[in-house]
């Protein structure tokens, strides 16, 4: 993206807390409005600092951000001509209900000029990624897609499956719309193109083939038995593959194996006769045939009962590479071809667009929405709403499936409030929790030990709220459950009153669980008792006699406790909330018990790294070795220069 010119406009406040991404700071003035922290929503005073910032805009394209008393971002906006857009908001009257709410709260905002509309769609992507304000439509379904990863810095190029950043080099294939996808044709590939999928040290150290070769899912170029020029043409073949170009795969190997049967190799011609069914099965497995489409993804949109959903299929060299459900949060009250023009210009934010994108209705902006979405790709896209023919059974069934998707997810939602009510109902809350925080500690008999919590809302799982507290305080005796549970409570709400005394961003829990039982319930109420809080619901949850799942007991700070009939349903609701803790619980241990067992003591010596640690271990044998020898001896070890060695005999020897 070509670099913007910024202006920002503030109303007497610091702008929020967020990276120099745009260089903000370079051009900035203020216009005082007011603004307190704690201000409540008022639409004359909101209108009225949209209209001093009005005063000072330009004409041109960018994007704009309204700010409440706080600092945080309510809204971001793009603009063909930014005083002309902005000054809209400035009559309240002819504003839906959803924007007067947003211009009550507004207190500021920031203004970035670009060069261009196309360019300010794709900032305002961006932004609206950065900051999840409240009142855009956002993408809830971040996640990094996965992609297949043909590598290319090898003679003998391995396949794998890949997420994040595309920095190695050689070829991606995707996105697909899950793991499974993604290891289905990874499996594919492997029967019918034998390249290695191992590690370049493990194809390295190798010297006899590994299982896949048996089992041919592997040709072993790493002891030998394929030629560099014949794995090459393996590359070519999955590269023809993975581009749409498989019914050429297919003739040559038909060939192949009839030139091999005609010559009596009967074992090559088996060989090549269970890579043409691999190649078979995995073109037949398709779901959704698109012959001929090429690269393109398929959008469909379905709404009901205040919910949208869009369905999405992603096809590439005419095959589908699965398909996923998105369900865009904040589209009360928003039309439909916005909702769309949201979601894929957020969604492409992530994902490399391919030449065609197929939609049920036409998106707000289309013209510029293919317009930025070219300047991302490099090359032009088209954005079509077909009406007939291959291209428009293929969209139907996409509505098929956003409808169907929708109809669980209500289903679901439904079943999920009234667990909601019913969870209120048994711990005398006032409504139906919108955010519930369980707790689990874990650890081997003290070591590695860590508190865990996990997130629930009414429509599942809040996994970006997830968080971990590794136990580091002196005072917390290893082993000691109680007083792992206090210094998590402790830190966990010391920090949320520091960051959030007024409750007001939604992180403070309606209802708390703890895995255990009184002992733990009464670490809290310590724990709440000196930090002030008496108005948090929490209850203890223990498993019963034998830790037998279904005869929980529930204990309550004031002393009470109780169980449920087996069967239930809040029960098994319950039941699910702490095992998804003790789940995470457990996997982040692990995690800290497995980076404890590769760790060293030499790791805690200053300019040593893995090298130097390496060079000393091999030459000593073992860390205590090290810490016993003489500068002479340590000097002595290659690739040890006289410095290092001087460091590593001080650390050990600094009492003289």
């Avoid at 201000?39 to 001093?52: N, S």
């Avoid at 993408?139 to 090898?154: G, T, V, Y």
């Avoid at 002196?474 to 709400?493: C, K, L, S």
Wanted: net charge positive; glycine share 8%; with cysteine.
């Amino acid at each position: 993206m070509a670099t913007c010119g910024v202006i920002a406009y503030m109303a007497g406040m610091a702008r929020p807390n967020a990276p120099d991404r745009f260089n903000e700071e370079k051009a900035t003035y203020v216009v005082r409005g007011g603004g307190a922290e704690g201000d409540k929503p008022d639409l004359t005073r909101g209108a009225e600092v949209i209209r001093g910032v009005v005063r000072k805009l330009p004409v041109r394209p960018g994007v704009y951000r309204m700010l409440d008393a706080r600092g945080d971002v309510l809204y971001v906006g793009k603009a063909r001509a930014l005083k002309n857009r902005v000054t809209n908001y400035t009559q309240v009257a002819r504003l839906p209900q959803r924007l007067q709410r947003m211009v009550a709260q507004t207190r500021a905002m920031e203004i970035v000029t670009t060069t261009s509309e196309a360019e300010a769609l794709l900032l305002e992507a961006q932004l609206i990624k950065r900051y999840r304000p409240p009142y855009n439509v956002l993408l809830r379904d971040d996640k990094s897609f996965p992609f297949i990863l043909l590598r290319a810095d090898h003679d003998f190029p391995r396949v794998q499956k890949h997420r994040g950043a595309r920095r190695a080099k050689g070829r991606y294939y995707g996105p697909f719309a899950s793991a499974g996808s993604v290891n289905r044709t990874l499996n594919a590939l492997q029967k019918t193109f034998l390249l290695r999928s191992c590690t370049d040290s493990f194809f390295a150290n190798r010297s006899r083939p590994c299982l896949l070769y048996q089992i041919r899912r592997c040709s072993a170029p790493c002891v030998g038995r394929i030629g560099k020029a014949d794995y090459a043409e393996l590359v070519s073949d999955a590269q023809d593959f993975l581009e749409g170009r498989s019914t050429a795969v297919q003739k040559r190997l038909g060939a192949a194996m009839t030139r091999a049967a005609e010559a009596m190799d009967y074992e090559l011609a088996a060989v090549l006769r269970d890579r043409l069914k691999a190649l078979t099965f995995i073109q037949g497995s398709q779901s959704v045939h698109a012959d001929g489409l090429g690269d393109a993804d398929v959008f469909a949109l379905a709404a009901k009962g205040g919910q949208l959903c869009v369905a999405g299929f992603f096809i590439r060299g005419g095959q589908n590479w699965g398909h996923r459900s998105f369900f865009p949060a904040h589209v009360a009250g928003v039309p439909e071809a916005e909702v769309m023009a949201s979601f894929l210009m957020q969604f492409y934010e992530g994902v490399p667009p391919p030449k065609l994108i197929l939609v049920d209705r036409e998106p707000d902006d289309c013209p510029l929405l293919a317009e930025a979405l070219s300047e991302t790709a490099g090359r032009k896209v088209e954005i079509s709403v077909p009406q007939r023919g291959n291209r428009r059974r293929l969209l139907e069934q996409a509505v098929r499936n956003a409808g169907e998707e929708l109809d669980r997810r209500l289903a679901e939602s439904s079943t999920q409030a009234k667990l909601g009510r019913e969870l209120a109902e048994l711990f005398d809350l006032d409504e139906a929790p919108q955010r519930i925080e369980i707790y689990d500690n874990s650890h081997i008999q003290g070591t590695n030990a860590l508190g865990a919590m996990v997130v629930a809302g009414p429509e599942g799982w809040i996994k970006g709220a997830y968080r971990k507290f590794n136990i580091k305080r002196a005072e917390t005796q290893p082993g000691d459950d109680f007083a792992m549970m206090r210094e998590v409570f402790q830190r966990r709400f010391a920090r949320a009153i520091e960051e959030d005394p007024e409750r007001t961003r939604g992180e403070w829990p309606d209802l708390v669980l703890i895995d255990g039982g009184r002992g733990q319930v009464s670490a809290v109420s310590t724990v709440f008792a000196e930090l002030g809080i008496d108005d948090l619901p929490y209850v203890g949850v223990a498993k019963g006699p034998d830790r037998n799942a279904g005869r929980e007991t529930f204990y309550l700070p004031d002393g009470r406790e109780f169980t449920l009939p087996p069967n239930n349903a809040v029960l098994f609701y319950i039941q699910r909330l702490r095992d998804e803790a003790h789940r995470f619980a457990i996997g982040a241990h692990r995690q800290k018990r497995a980076k404890a067992m590769g760790s060293s003591p030499l790791d805690e010596v200053p300019g040593i790294g893995p090298a130097r640690k390496k060079a000393l271990l091999m030459h000593f044998g073992t860390a205590r070795a090290v810490r016993g020898a003489s500068l002479e001896d340590l000097q002595k070890a290659p690739g040890v220069s006289a410095g290092v060695a001087q460091a590593v005999y001080d650390f050990y020897h600094a009492g003289g």
